[in-house]
């Protein structure tokens, strides 16, 4: 009996395959050039800032914010 190749049309060949895995080793080579700096800045030198919170309406109150506290203790 011969044997008989299953081929999927929708799979991926042994070629492309070897294709995309050279492409993605290409790109991981390259990654330690790329100036991370620019895109993601270190959070360890820049400083909080605090923000003003205001509703909608322009107006501010304390008593319009309720606290987060658990119903149970």
């Given at each position: 009996?011969?044997?008989?190749?299953?081929?999927?049309?929708?799979?991926v060949?042994?070629?492309?395959?070897?294709?995309?895995?050279?492409?993605?080793?290409v790109?991981?080579?390259?990654?330690?050039?790329?100036?991370?700096?620019?895109?993601?800045?270190?959070?360890?030198?820049?400083?909080?800032?605090?923000?003003?919170?205001?509703?909608?309406d322009?107006?501010?109150?304390?008593?319009?914010?309720?606290?987060?506290?658990?119903?149970?203790?």
């Amino acid at each position: 009996m011969s044997e008989q190749c299953v081929v999927d049309k929708n799979g991926v060949s042994k070629r492309d395959f070897l294709k995309l895995l050279t492409a993605g080793g290409v790109a991981l080579a390259f990654t330690p050039f790329i100036q991370w700096g620019k895109f993601m800045p270190n959070p360890d030198t820049m400083s909080p800032k605090k923000a003003q919170v205001t509703p909608s309406d322009g107006t501010f109150s304390v008593n319009f914010y309720s606290q987060n506290v658990p119903d149970s203790y």
